[in-house]
C-alpha cells in the first residue's frame, strides 16, 4: 500500500518539533510495511513541485492522508478528481475551537474551500471529541466522523531505572507543568498565580516547568515577582529531550495543565503512558484521561480555588494509577494498526 501525507507541518532542520506527532502517525504506519510519502509545504507552489517530484520517480498513492484542511487540500482533490484516489483527513488544528478563533476570521472563499475539501473526504478523524464538535459547529460536514490519537514514545510506558531526581528535593510533592508557554493558550500566569496562592498555606511542594516558547521569559519574570523562585517553590527547567521529560513523569507526584484550549494535549497522552495522576482544564483529551478536571472560569479567574484543586490532587489517598488499557490506546503500534484499518476500509469504500 502505497499512502501519501500531505501536511503543512513536520519536523525539519529549521524546526525539529513543528508537526512531530505528523511525522510519528507516518513512522506508526511504515512499521507495518506501508509505503509512506510525506509532501510537507506551506505553500501550494511547494506542494506542487514535491509532487512533480514524486511523479517524475513514477511514484503514485493508493490513497492519501491529508493532515490539517489547509492549502494541500487542492491536491488532495485534484488527485481524487483526476485518478480516483481517495483521501482521508486527520484534523489537528486548533483554529476551529472558539476559544481561538482563527477560522470564524478566514475570507469567505477559504471557508467554502475548505468545507468542501472536508466533504469530499472519505472520513475526518479529529484527534479528540471537542476538536471535532468543534469543526461541526463551523459548518464542516463528512460522509464520516471520527478520533484518532497521537503516538506517545516508547520510553513513556517504561519506567526508567532511577525514579530519584538530582533537582527535586526530598520530602517534597512534585507538580509538573510541560508546554510550549504560549500565554493565550496554556494559561501559565493563572498557574502561577494558583501557586502564589498555595504557598501562602503550605510550602511542602514543588512546581516544575518544563519547556520553552515565546512567552517563557514573561512567565519566569511573573513567578520571580511572586517570589516562588526565591522560595524554591518553583523550577524552570528550560526546554527538554522527551526522554527527559519522560524521567520528570516518573518523578513527579502529578502533572497539571492550565491550558485555555488544546486541541488534543499531547503531555496528558504521555502523562497516562506513565501511570502519572493528571490535574487540567477540560480542553483536549484531558476530559477522558483526568484524575481532576478543574472548570476554565476557576482556572483563569479564580487562583484560591485553582490551588484547592491542586492541593487535592497532591494530597489525595484515592488516587489511583491508571490501568494498561488506557496507557496503551496511545502506542504506536496501537494507532498505526488503527491508521492502517482507515486506509483498507477507504480504498474497499472506493472500489
Not at 215 to 242: K, M, S, W
Not at 247 to 276: F, H, I, K, P, Q
Request: hydrophobic share 40%; charged share 20%.
Amino acid at each position: 500500500m502505497r499512502v501519501l501525507f500531505l501536511t503543512p507541518w513536520y519536523p525539519s532542520a529549521n524546526d525539529a518539533m513543528l508537526g512531530l506527532f505528523v511525522q510519528k502517525h507516518a513512522e506508526a504506519v511504515r512499521a507495518l510495511g506501508v509505503d509512506v510519502q510525506v509532501i510537507f509545504s506551506q505553500s501550494w507552489r511547494g506542494t506542487w513541485r514535491q509532487w512533480r517530484a514524486l511523479r517524475r520517480i513514477g511514484w503514485m498513492p493508493d490513497i492519501v492522508q491529508l493532515n490539517v484542511v489547509q492549502k494541500q487540500g487542492a491536491l488532495a482533490l485534484w488527485l481524487k478528481q483526476h485518478f480516483h484516489i481517495p483521501y482521508i483527513i486527520i484534523e489537528h488544528w486548533s483554529g476551529y475551537l472558539p476559544e481561538n478563533g482563527q477560522f470564524k476570521q478566514l475570507h469567505l472563499v477559504k471557508k467554502r474551500f475548505m468545507r468542501r475539501v472536508c466533504s469530499e473526504a472519505e472520513s475526518v478523524w479529529t484527534v479528540s471529541q471537542p476538536l471535532q464538535q468543534a469543526m461541526q459547529n463551523c459548518g464542516m460536514k463528512a460522509k464520516q466522523w471520527g478520533t484518532i490519537d497521537n503516538v506517545v514514545d516508547d520510553f513513556f510506558f517504561q519506567k526508567p531505572n532511577s525514579t530519584n531526581h538530582p533537582l527535586v528535593p526530598p520530602d517534597r510533592k512534585v507538580l509538573l507543568h510541560i508546554s510550549c508557554f504560549d500565554e493565550r493558550a496554556k494559561n501559565v500566569t493563572g498557574l502561577l498565580r494558583a501557586a502564589k496562592m498555595l504557598s501562602e498555606r503550605r510550602k511542602d511542594w514543588l512546581l516544575v516547568l518544563v519547556g520553552t516558547g515565546i512567552d517563557y521569559q514573561e512567565c519566569r519574570h511573573y513567578a520571580d515577582a511572586l517570589g516562588l523562585i526565591q522560595n524554591g517553590l518553583v523550577q524552570f527547567t528550560g526546554e527538554q529531550t522527551p526522554q527527559q521529560v519522560a524521567e520528570w513523569m516518573y518523578n513527579a507526584d502529578a502533572l497539571v495543565l492550565s491550558s485555555r484550549y488544546e486541541t488534543y494535549g499531547v503531555v496528558l497522552a504521555e502523562a497516562a503512558a506513565a501511570r502519572l495522576p493528571i490535574l487540567s482544564t477540560p480542553v483536549g483529551i484531558a476530559q477522558e484521561l483526568s484524575d481532576l478536571i478543574v472548570p476554565q472560569e476557576i482556572a483563569q479567574n479564580k487562583p484560591g480555588r485553582f490551588a484547592e484543586f491542586m492541593e487535592t490532587i497532591l494530597w489525595s489517598k484515592e488516587q489511583k494509577p491508571k490501568n494498561n488499557d488506557t496507557a496503551n490506546r496511545f502506542s504506536a503500534q496501537t494507532i498505526g494498526a488503527k491508521l492502517k484499518s482507515i486506509y483498507d476500509s477507504s480504498l474497499h469504500n472506493n472500489l
